[in-house]
């Protein structure tokens, strides 16, 4: 059971316009800021999205984030085949005194 | 170029020991936070324990707290994980990751450690 939630699965056909949600509690996401990352079959994750809705050098314009309260979304546009993999958020929890991530959505592309 | 090598994984015993190691290039791990994430077949990311030498901190995850030790050698620029009383739970791909400029903001490519009888 992981202390941020986000759903399983998500899908879209190319082009489309996808958004993936992650909810946490005042421990984590009261103060703490949200990060994405995205791990393509077989791969190490690798950082997408940090502070909420700030793009590491490299990352498309497609993928954007943003917080409101206690829940995140990540939303894809102009969805591509090699978008297809898992994406996890993560946050930093005060009541562990640790990270803690989401459990992961598997993102299909149709 | 940022490269972190894990290694040591394998096969073990329940109740066993292992030692991971991450070597570290493209930059020095002496300043900067390093951590252990892992991921059992099928599962998301579970974050295990982080390592500053500058703050002389570390932090451990509840289910992992009291049986690994995580460590560094500034010298040879590498992280280690000493992992002892292994449980059939810790089955996972273990990731070595470091913080440069943001969270996690490198990954090494992870090693697989089984926990079987």
């Known amino acids: 059971q992981s202390v941020l939630t986000q759903p399983p699965s998500a899908s879209g056909t190319p082009g489309q316009r996808v958004t993936i949600s992650c909810s946490g509690s005042?421990?984590?996401?009261?103060?703490?800021?949200v990060n994405w990352y995205q791990q393509l079959p077989g791969t190490a994750p690798k950082l997408l999205i940090y502070?909420?809705?700030q793009r590491p050098s490299g990352v498309p314009d497609r993928f954007s984030g943003s917080k409101s309260g206690p829940s995140a979304s990540l939303a894809i546009s102009g969805l591509q085949s090699e978008d297809e993999g898992e994406y996890h958020c993560a946050a930093w929890d005060d009541s562990v005194n640790g990270w803690v991530f989401g459990g992961g959505t598997k993102l299909t592309v149709l | 170029e940022v490269q972190l090598v894990e290694s040591g994984g394998g096969l073990v015993q329940f109740g066993g020991s292992l030692r991971l190691s991450c070597a570290a290039s493209g930059f020095s791990i002496s300043p900067s936070w390093m951590h252990w994430v892992r991921q059992a077949p099928g599962k998301g990311l579970v974050w295990v324990s982080r390592s500053h030498n500058d703050v002389s901190t570390t932090n451990y995850a509840d289910s992992v707290r009291g049986r690994f030790t995580i460590s560094r050698d500034d010298a040879t620029n590498t992280l280690y994980l000493q992992m002892n009383s292994l449980r059939a739970e810790d089955t996972a791909v273990y990731y070595c990751a470091y913080t440069m400029s943001f969270p996690f903001d490198f990954w090494g490519q992870g090693i697989l450690v089984t926990v079987s009888s």
């Open positions: 005042t421990s984590n996401f009261g103060s703490s800021l």
């Open positions: 502070s909420n809705n």
